[in-house]
Antibody, heavy 126, light 108 residues
């Protein structure tokens, strides 16, 4: 059974770079039809989509974060990672790594996140 | 528009039916997916591609769509259905994904 597990520092200083890694176990990140991405949730707030990557390296980012975000994949280690630069207190959140799936049903496309990591809390504070 | 709009909260009596709605221009083109999130837990996909349930999701959860709106219906709500529910789709103007603001469902 495929599982996702986030890892990385729980505390980051303002203006520095947040770095998280998601380890994929029980299956290959090279599986066709899926992309791999990150979603975050500030304390007491809703979900915010950050971005996703295919194993080929193609990436798509939230326009509001695009200038600060990099997602990259390491297929040899079966993992993918998030870098968010110039962080502020507003970047304090639970960060989830997640498997994204896209498909077509009766001429319409659907987009879903069908597998989530447990989430890791990142606090931005000096 | 990149926004998906949900009502902040709704309540339902135990065993009754509740419908949660999500509105946005992108829903005219793309199906919504729905997620259930309980406190301290990661979200769980409950509906995708309009009205498809992943394995393990009870059949009391169903989805529908019309025009620029999508709905999640819980028929015969149970105490364990009390949670935050989020809709999600793709933005109509770009290749990025968006979530609604969430609806808190309280089972009375």
């Amino acid at each position: 059974q495929l599982q996702l597990q986030e890892s990385g520092p729980g505390l980051v200083k303002p203006s520095e770079t947040l770095s998280l890694t998601c380890i994929v176990s029980g299956g290959s990140i090279n599986s066709g039809g899926y992309s791999w991405g990150w979603i975050r949730q500030p304390p007491g707030k809703g979900l915010e989509w950050i971005g996703r990557i295919y194993y080929s390296g193609n990436t798509y980012y939230n326009p509001s974060l695009k200038s600060r975000v990099t997602i990259y994949v390491d297929t040899s280690k079966n993992q993918f990672s998030l870098r968010l630069s110039s962080v502020t207190a507003a970047d304090t959140a639970v960060y989830y790594c997640a498997r994204h799936v896209t498909g077509v049903v009766v001429y319409y496309y659907y987009y879903a996140v069908d597998l989530w990591g447990q989430g890791t809390t990142v606090t931005v504070s000096s | 528009s990149s926004e998906l709009t949900q009502d902040p909260a709704v309540s339902v009596a135990l065993g009754q039916t509740v419908r949660i709605t999500c509105q946005g221009d992108s829903l005219r083109t793309y199906y919504a997916s729905w997620y259930q999130q309980k406190p301290g837990q990661a979200p769980v996909l409950v509906i995708y591609a309009k009205n498809n349930r992943p394995s393990g999701i009870p059949d009391r959860f169903s989805g529908s769509s019309s025009g620029n709106a999508a709905s999640l219906t819980i028929t015969g709500a149970q105490a364990e259905d009390e949670a935050e529910y989020y809709c999600q789709s793709r933005d109509s103007s770009g290749n990025h994904w968006v979530f609604g603001g969430g609806t808190k469902v309280t089972v009375l």
